[in-house]
Protein backbone atom coordinates (compact mmCIF):
# COMPACT_ATOMS: atom_id res chain seq x y z
CA UNK A 1 0.00 0.00 0.00
CA UNK A 2 0.79 3.55 -0.33
CA UNK A 3 2.49 5.12 2.44
CA UNK A 4 3.34 9.12 2.39
CA UNK A 5 5.46 11.25 4.57
CA UNK A 6 5.71 14.93 5.30
CA UNK A 7 8.77 16.81 6.76
CA UNK A 8 9.65 20.43 6.29
CA UNK A 9 6.96 21.94 8.96
CA UNK A 10 7.80 24.76 11.91
CA UNK A 11 7.93 27.64 13.15
CA UNK A 12 8.94 30.73 11.55
CA UNK A 13 8.16 34.70 10.84
CA UNK A 14 6.16 36.43 8.30
CA UNK A 15 7.84 36.99 5.30
CA UNK A 16 10.30 34.06 5.78
CA UNK A 17 10.24 30.72 3.76
CA UNK A 18 10.24 26.65 4.37
CA UNK A 19 10.19 23.78 1.81
CA UNK A 20 7.98 20.91 3.09
CA UNK A 21 8.84 17.62 1.37
CA UNK A 22 6.42 14.32 0.56
CA UNK A 23 8.39 10.95 0.57
CA UNK A 24 5.68 7.98 -0.82
CA UNK A 25 6.75 4.69 -0.20
CA UNK A 26 4.75 1.22 -1.09
CA UNK A 27 4.99 1.85 -4.84
CA UNK A 28 6.29 4.61 -7.28
CA UNK A 29 3.39 7.59 -7.83
CA UNK A 30 5.38 8.67 -11.01
CA UNK A 31 1.79 8.48 -13.05
CA UNK A 32 -0.52 9.91 -10.13
CA UNK A 33 -1.14 13.87 -9.98
CA UNK A 34 0.11 14.86 -6.36
CA UNK A 35 -1.58 17.94 -4.26
CA UNK A 36 -0.53 20.09 -1.18
CA UNK A 37 -3.66 20.41 1.24
CA UNK A 38 -3.93 22.34 4.19
CA UNK A 39 -6.06 22.75 7.35
CA UNK A 40 -6.14 25.72 9.48
CA UNK A 41 -7.82 25.36 13.12
CA UNK A 42 -12.35 25.58 12.05
CA UNK A 43 -11.69 25.25 8.15
CA UNK A 44 -11.98 22.85 6.00
CA UNK A 45 -8.98 21.56 4.45
CA UNK A 46 -8.15 22.79 0.83
CA UNK A 47 -5.98 22.11 -2.05
CA UNK A 48 -3.12 24.95 -2.35
CA UNK A 49 -1.00 23.46 -5.09
CA UNK A 50 -1.25 20.17 -7.07
CA UNK A 51 1.26 18.71 -10.08
CA UNK A 52 0.79 16.27 -12.48
CA UNK A 53 2.85 12.64 -12.80
CA UNK A 54 4.72 14.28 -15.32
CA UNK A 55 5.62 17.33 -13.94
CA UNK A 56 4.19 19.43 -16.78
CA UNK A 57 0.99 20.80 -15.47
CA UNK A 58 0.13 22.85 -11.81
CA UNK A 59 -2.53 23.86 -9.88
CA UNK A 60 -2.60 26.47 -7.34
CA UNK A 61 -5.08 27.92 -5.57
CA UNK A 62 -5.51 32.15 -5.41
CA UNK A 63 -4.14 32.78 -1.76
CA UNK A 64 -1.18 31.17 -2.89
CA UNK A 65 -0.29 31.57 -6.28
CA UNK A 66 3.19 33.80 -7.03
CA UNK A 67 4.51 32.92 -3.30
CA UNK A 68 4.21 28.65 -3.46
CA UNK A 69 6.10 26.38 -5.99
CA UNK A 70 5.16 22.69 -6.07
CA UNK A 71 7.57 20.63 -7.64
CA UNK A 72 8.43 16.67 -7.56
CA UNK A 73 11.70 14.11 -8.08
CA UNK A 74 9.46 11.38 -9.84
CA UNK A 75 13.64 9.44 -9.14
CA UNK A 76 13.31 9.81 -5.59
CA UNK A 77 9.31 9.16 -5.22
CA UNK A 78 8.86 13.02 -3.69
CA UNK A 79 6.85 16.01 -3.79
CA UNK A 80 7.96 19.36 -2.72
CA UNK A 81 6.39 22.43 -1.82
CA UNK A 82 8.58 25.76 -1.66
CA UNK A 83 6.74 28.23 -0.20
CA UNK A 84 8.35 31.89 0.13
CA UNK A 85 6.76 35.31 1.51
CA UNK A 86 5.12 33.49 4.32
CA UNK A 87 1.90 35.18 5.95
CA UNK A 88 0.22 34.50 9.14
CA UNK A 89 -2.61 33.20 7.17
CA UNK A 90 -0.34 30.39 6.05
CA UNK A 91 -0.76 28.75 9.14
CA UNK A 92 -2.07 25.29 9.07
CA UNK A 93 -1.04 21.54 9.06
CA UNK A 94 -0.28 20.78 5.62
CA UNK A 95 -0.43 17.80 3.88
CA UNK A 96 0.59 15.81 1.00
CA UNK A 97 -1.98 13.81 -0.94
CA UNK A 98 -1.77 11.12 -4.22
CA UNK A 99 -4.66 10.89 -6.46
CA UNK A 100 -6.16 7.79 -7.20
CA UNK A 101 -6.21 8.09 -10.96
CA UNK A 102 -2.74 6.96 -13.00
CA UNK A 103 -2.51 9.75 -15.42
CA UNK A 104 0.84 11.39 -15.87
CA UNK A 105 -0.87 14.52 -18.08
CA UNK A 106 -3.83 14.77 -15.46
CA UNK A 107 -3.96 16.95 -12.08
CA UNK A 108 -6.80 17.54 -10.08
CA UNK A 109 -7.37 19.59 -6.83
CA UNK A 110 -10.22 18.32 -5.21
CA UNK A 111 -9.99 16.53 -1.98
CA UNK A 112 -12.78 14.01 -3.42
CA UNK A 113 -9.77 12.91 -6.42
CA UNK A 114 -7.08 12.08 -3.55
CA UNK A 115 -7.09 8.78 -1.93
CA UNK A 116 -3.56 8.69 -0.13
CA UNK A 117 -2.95 11.36 2.30
CA UNK A 118 -0.06 11.59 4.84
CA UNK A 119 -0.22 12.36 8.69
CA UNK A 120 0.40 16.68 7.93
CA UNK A 121 3.21 18.98 9.26
CA UNK A 122 2.90 21.59 10.95
CA UNK A 123 3.44 24.96 9.58
CA UNK A 124 2.90 28.13 12.09
CA UNK A 125 3.61 31.73 10.82
CA UNK A 126 4.00 34.43 13.27
CA UNK A 127 3.44 38.37 12.26
Known amino acids: QVQLGESGGGLVQAGDSLRLSCAAS????????MGWFRQAPGKERECVAA????????YYSDSVKGRFTISRDNAKNTVYLQMNSLKPEDTAVYYC????????????????????WGQGTQVTVSS
Open 97 to 116: AADSYRNPLRVRWNRESYDY
Open 26 to 33: GRTLSRNA
Open 51 to 58: ISGSGGTT
